[in-house]
């Protein structure tokens, strides 16, 4: 994680708040060629539950069954400097799919970039886990 | 004569209410199905100018010498022709095709297939029974849903399905226990005809082209068959030893071992395999069409959902937000769209757009478009039902909706705007968004160049869904991409041993080894899928995990044609056929107006990156486009999401195209050489005389 | 029932001894065949006068909840038998609603290989008989086929196993593929059936075990519907459905 250990009380309010409706990031649950659902994910905190990495039984396990929680990468990247106004954790995000991964590689190591931001958002407000 | 074909086709004049024998073999050098069905609309059809509700347009429902035999994942598909009503800017000569068991009786009752030709002066309904063919009245199914109709229809014709009856006068008639199969359309599809499709049994269809409303505008409401004959095949033990190698190819086969590597395959997928999870409890059993091998429908404990899969169920679970969205109000929405015989894929069209409308504020009730639909609850059952209901009722938005799509939008004054932006993703010839082709270039390439969505998923199972399913789970792909390339171009004769064919990088899309894809995607289906009816959920078998080394069945296919009809035809001389078939093609679309200027794709592919973010140009099923890639002389898996089609790069690429198919690269018009050579000089003499030949 | 079984004095007491001929005229004497359990079969006498008829050596059972309805098996049956498609031709007959709800929407009308078959007994001429040296499956021997479809009548399932050839005019039934002139692989009870081979789900299997004489016993067998392919691929409701 290349995230400063220092970050303001104003920045950590900002970056662990509830976005208004017209600032949500659109998601989308897939299943694969079986349809997919729109999802509005509306924090840091729901971006990071949103992710979810893929085990090996369920990538064996039959395809209409499969439910892979998609989000565009770079929309991700995007709306965490944009909207959250988290240019740091923005950056670390590209690093992780600058490496050009698969995007199932991807996932777990998003999801651990935003959780260790979203721990440190609590720490500085001093609120419980 | 012992090999596969009936000998004769049936036509059908409806203004005259008389029938005629036409002998196949004038047309058998065509194959069967759209080959046969090409040739007999332009012997047929005087004037290829008329719209597709004139009495003049020839409609066409074709199988080939593979139906009603073992030969698997063909023995059970028909073909349908004719001018269409749903194609932009016109009515295009299109096909459709549907499954299901209709082929086989058509077969069995001693036809290799049906040519319809004028109008009836009121509502009738065709009864074929062997040879004796009548003309009934269908004043009472008029309004009748598609399912309604048949078991009408089956209880006028078969009283006792499942005992023994006699089609004849006497035994020597034949017998047979079958219940009849039944092609029908919706009810009053007179008023929706743009979208509406030709419905079998419960879940098979031909879905795309507006058929529904061609058979309305003869007054046609359904065509029945049921026969008690055979068909003999040439080299019995041959199709027999096929049949089981085939097998091979197939999950049922491999019960005690299946393969459980994640993506999408032809052969390779599992049975009853209908893209989507069923309610839970739910038990089923796998259903196929006639002779299929893989069996990809399925049938219900509910009796929901029979028969439907793949688009049937996706279309109102597509990128549809809002209200209770769960599996039994997805098979409910399907089982009413078979009921009205409307084409699912202008229904995903018409939700995303209308979805679109509604959060742009355009669309509600007392906006700009006004309508009291409850757009708050899209992806409910409700809905969907309200939809479908005032299309079919012509009420509220549906009463514009009926119109088609693109007609719809142009009364609304937003066809170019939205088309444009791409909230209303027809990507070309007014159809449907399905893949896209600023990603999977062939599929796109493929499409301009015929006159709808082609619907052929040869390449896309492999190049598109293995590779992207691999990228989104962290699958070890199973196969390298380079493996995967040099697999699929072997298979790609004449034009094997380019592997960049399947280079699909930004500078690949746009090369000479993609026009020779294109070129031997348009011959390989018209033949082998359109013509000898090789299901698209079958074919190209180019990669299998069953297969040794991952090769699939591709190439195999000659096997069952030769051992039904006793020739020694090559892989390769059935793909020449096929380039026939597409040059036919290509001059009756010269014939109905058809310009190189008009081969272009709806403005948002040039001007939108593609994507998976709803809300933008279509994120209908897709998933972020992962395609095999040459990059640094390497080939890898890369994501190619994002890209718009670069207007110029296209012409350029078209100009490449129409070179190799030996056209006029100034109009894409075929040239008398490349005609004559196909055998169709007299075809090369229309074109002269009405000015639409190419120069050389 | 000994009673009305008389044994000619000239009449071999070897079972192997008997012409048919002379075993039908034997039995002929007292009607049409000699009284079991309410059928009038065709046996063998055998010495101590107890009339025993060969079971077949095979039978097809079906796991009905595995047919996919592709009726693959009738073309394969027509094919192999007569070198031409023909549902009409076909000794195994699948019926299906496309409305109705599985299981109950297929229909799969298999010969049974009745233990007492009552198409046997039918015969006047002894066309359909007991082939002994195919493993005693019931077949029609065509050529002492009068057409008279009294075997057509005298089955009792719906639709009836034995059928009408209209092209060649004789009976025909299923006989395991003991004859598929077509097919150059060995058939019968000893070999192999084409309706099984070609299945795509393997719902169809030969047994030699005589299966309990009901519907269930024939077409409501478990081969491979509980079985873990099956479960995987969610036909038994395992899939769930998250949303």
Redesign the interface.
């Known amino acids: 994680m290349t995230v400063s250990s220092t970050i303001g009380r104003e920045d950590a309010a900002r970056f662990a708040r509830v976005v208004e409706p017209d600032e949500q990031l659109t998601v989308v649950k897939m299943a694969p060629m079986a349809g997919n659902s729109l999802m509005f994910i509306s924090s840091l905190a729901g971006a990071e539950a949103w992710l979810k990495p893929i085990s090996a039984e369920e990538a064996a396990g039959p395809t209409a069954s499969m439910r892979i929680h998609y989000v565009d990468p770079g929309a991700l990247a995007s709306w965490v400097r944009d909207t959250i106004g988290d240019a740091e954790l923005a950056a670390a995000l590209d690093d992780v799919i600058g490496t050009g991964n698969a995007f199932g590689l991807l996932v777990p190591e998003m999801k651990k970039l935003i959780a260790d931001r979203i721990a440190e958002c609590r720490a500085v407000l001093g609120e419980e886990e | 004569m ?1 090999n596969g074909y009936a000998g004769k086709i049936l036509k059908i004049d409806l203004t005259t209410k008389k029938v005629e024998e036409i002998p196949t073999s004038k047309y058998e050098q065509w194959g069967g199905g759209h080959g046969i069905g090409s040739a007999l609309f332009w012997d047929l059809c005087e004037d290829k100018t008329v719209a597709g509700t004139n009495p003049k347009n020839v409609v066409t429902i074709m199988t080939s010498p593979l139906s ?3 030969t ?1 994942t063909a ?2 598909r028909t073909e349908v022709q004719g001018i269409g009503l749903q194609g932009y800017p016109l009515g295009w000569f299109t096909r459709s095709n549907f499954g299901g ?1 209709f082929g086989t009786q058509l077969k ?1 009752a001693g036809w290799d297939g049906i040519a319809v030709v004028g109008k009836s002066d009121k509502p009738v309904w065709i009864n074929i029974q062997n040879g004796k063919v009548t003309f009934e009245d269908a004043k009472h199914l008029w309004g009748l849903d598609t ?1 309604e109709t ?2 009408d229809i089956w209880s006028t014709v078969q009283a006792d ?4 009856n006699e089609l004849g006068a006497t ?9 009849p199969a039944v092609l029908t359309i919706g009810p009053n599809a007179d008023k929706y005809g743009p979208m509406a499709s030709l419905i079998h ?3 098979n269809g031909a879905g795309q082209g507006g058929f529904g409303g061609v058979f309305a505008s003869k007054n046609l409401k359904a065509i029945s068959v049921i026969g ?6 040439a080299d ?2 041959a ?2 030893e096929s ?2 190698w085939l ?1 091979q190819y ?7 071992n ?1 393969h ?5 395959w032809a052969l390779g997928s ?26 990809c429908r ?6 929901i959902g ?2 439907s899969s ?1 688009i049937d ?2 279309f109102s ?5 809002g209200g209770a ?3 039994m109000d ?1 098979f409910k929405s399907s089982d009413l769209a078979q009921r009205y015989g409307l084409n699912v894929f202008s229904l995903m069209g018409a939700l995303q757009w209308l979805q679109n409308l509604y959060k742009q504020g355009v669309l509600g009730p007392g906006k700009a478009i006004n309508s009291s639909l409850d757009y708050a609850h899209m ?1 409910s059952h409700e809905f969907v039902k309200s939809l479908l209901d005032s299309i079919v009722h012509q009420t509220d938005v549906g009463k514009d909706l009926a119109l088609g799509l693109w007609q719809c939008a142009k009364k609304w004054g937003r066809l170019e705007q939205d088309l444009d932006t791409g909230i209303l993703a027809l990507m070309c010839w007014g159809y449907m968004h399905h893949y896209d082709g600023r990603t999977e270039a062939e599929w796109g390439y493929g499409s301009l160049m015929c006159e709808r969505d082609i619907n052929e998923h040869d390449f896309n199972w492999i190049v598109y ?1 293995c590779s992207t ?7 070890t792909p199973p196969i390298t991409a380079e493996r995967m390339a040099k697999i699929i171009t072997d298979k790609m004769a004449p034009y094997a041993g380019d592997m960049k064919m399947v280079d699909y990088s930004d500078e690949g899309i746009y090369s000479e080894s993609m026009a020779k894809t294109v070129a031997w995607h348009r011959h390989y289906t018209r033949y082998y899928k359109q013509s000898l009816g090789f299901c698209d959920w079958g074919w190209a078998d180019f990669v299998n995990p069953y297969g040794p080394d991952f090769e699939g069945a591709t190439g195999g296919e000659p096997k069952f044609f030769n051992a039904v009809t006793g020739q020694n035809q090559s892989f390769e001389e059935g793909v020449e056929v096929g380039r026939k078939i597409f040059n036919l093609d290509r001059a009756i679309w010269a014939l109905q107006g058809r310009t190189r200027e008009m081969e272009v794709y709806a403005g948002y592919m040039y001007n939108v990156g593609s ?5 933008a140009a279509n ?3 897709e ?2 486009y ?1 395609m095999p890639v040459i990059e640094d002389g390497k080939w890898i ?3 190619v ?2 890209r718009k089609a670069d207007r110029q790069k296209v012409e350029d690429w078209k100009t490449k195209y129409y070179a190799l198919e030996g056209w006029d690269t100034t109009t894409g018009q075929p040239t008398r050489k490349t005609l004559e050579e196909l055998g169709l000089t007299e075809v090369a003499d229309t074109l002269e005389k009405a000015g639409k030949l190419g120069k050389a | 029932m000994d009673d009305n079984v008389k044994k000619r004095d000239d009449e071999p007491t070897e079972a192997q001894g008997v012409s048919r001929r002379q075993f039908i005229s034997g039995i002929g004497v007292v009607g049409f065949g000699a009284v079991l359990g309410g059928l009038f079969v065709k046996g063998l006498l055998l010495p101590d006068e107890t009339l025993a008829i060969p079971a077949s050596g095979g039978y097809l059972l079906i796991d009905t909840r595995k047919c996919a309805g592709c009726t693959s098996c009738m073309l394969a049956c027509s094919l192999t038998h007569h070198g031409e498609e023909n549902y009409g031709l076909s000794r195994i007959q699948v019926v299906q609603n496309p409305y109705g709800s599985f299981p109950k929407d297929v229909q799969l009308s298999q010969c049974h290989q009745c233990p007492f078959p009552a198409c046997v007994e039918a015969c006047p001429t002894g066309a359909n008989h007991i082939d002994t040296e195919h493993g005693n499956v019931r077949t029609v021997d065509v050529r002492k086929c009068i057409g008279c479809e009294r075997c057509v009548q005298a089955c009792p399932f719906t639709p009836s196993r034995a059928l009408w050839n209209y092209e060649e005019k004789h009976a025909q039934k299923c006989d395991l593929c003991a004859d598929t002139p077509h097919w150059n692989t060995q058939g019968g009870p000893g070999g192999k059936q084409a309706c099984v081979a070609v299945c795509p789900t393997k719902a169809i299997a030969f047994s030699p075990d005589i299966p309990q004489q009901s519907e269930a016993g024939y077409n409501e067998v478990d081969l491979g519907h509980t079985g873990a392919a099956w479960n995987y691929w969610g036909f038994n409701g395992g899939t769930k459905a998250e949303h």
Not at chain 2, 171 to 179: S, V
């Open positions: 012992a009603g035999t073992l698997p023995s059970g068991r069995y399912w048949q078991e399905v499942g005992n023994w035994r020597d008639g034949g017998r047979t226990t079958q219940r049994d419960a879940g008690s004959g055979g068909v003999k095949v019995p033990n199709l027999m049949r089981l097998q197939a999950s049922g086969e491999h019960q005690d299946p459980k590597i994640p993506g999408e599992p049975p009853g395999f209908v893209l989507a999870p069923f309610p839970e409890g739910t038990t089923t059993r796998p259903q196929g069409c006639v002779g299929c091998v893989k069996n399925s049938r219900t404990s509910t009796g029979n028969e793949c169920v996706m679970n597509s990128g549809v937000v969205n769960s599996p997805y992806g869904w399913l691999w990228s989104l789970f962290g699958y994507t998976t973010v709803p809300g994120a209908g099923y998933a972020p992962v898996y890369k994501n999401g994002g």
